[in-house]
């Protein structure tokens, strides 16, 4: 696979506290260079980003984001803001507290209520995979099917750590085939990006594989 169709499948990604808009530009600016899937920035952003981007590159942004706990409310208003904004892809996060209690039901309907407000726009689910159980995880899997959403997100890069092969492995043997799958946090390099696509990822979230094709560039110019 080469590094252009890899890029293709990068949500190419800011979500740090202190960005501001100009960082935020120069992402959107190689995204657009790069052909990137999407840019994934912070929601204040996003309606500026829209108006830059126009139809040259998707929006995505998260809701409830890092920690998941905010109410289904709060969500729900966060992910209509965002679409009135201009955002096409949500990537929200899960109340990681209920699905550790078991608390099912809450879960699987607040994915389906910001689904039901994506409609055609793209729902991922972000369940924080370092943080639960191989069966919490199996769960989700089962959750996420059942909701609707389009795909499972392993993390949000905020937490211990992000994306591992086997997580991959564990999605791709238990999510329906309605569901993409979402590798995110720590990818560093276009040799670990093939494998996670390679374990059936569908998506990448990562800013590094950008500023790897910057770095080269670079230094084939000499500067």
Known sequence: MDRKEILSK??????????????????????????????????????????Y????????????FPNGNHTTAC????????????????????????LRA???????????????????????????????TEEEKIKMCELVTASGADYIKTSTGFSTSGATFDDIELFAKHVGPNVKIKAAGGISSFDDAEKF???GADRLGTSRLVKIMNADSTEISGY
Not at 80 to 96: P, T, Y
């Open 53 to 64: 981007m126009g139809n040259k590159m998707a929006v995505c942004t998260v809701i409830g």
């Open 102 to 132: 078991k608390d099912y039901d809450y879960v699987l309907n607040e994915m389906k209520a910001l689904k039901a407000i994506c409609g055609n726009k793209v729902l991922k689910v972000i369940i924080e995979t370092c943080l639960l």
């Open 197 to 199: 696509i390679s374990l």
């Open 75 to 98: 969500k729900e208003f966060e992910t209509k803001d965002a679409l009135a904004n201009g955002a096409s892809e949500i990537d929200m996060v899960i109340n990681i507290g209920a």
């Open 10 to 51: 990068v949500d190419h990604t800011l979500l740090l506290q202190p960005s501001t808009w100009e960082e935020i530009k120069v992402i959107c600016n190689d995204a657009m260079k790069y052909s990137t899937a999407s840019v994934c920035i912070p929601p204040c952003f996003v309606k500026e980003a829209h108006k």
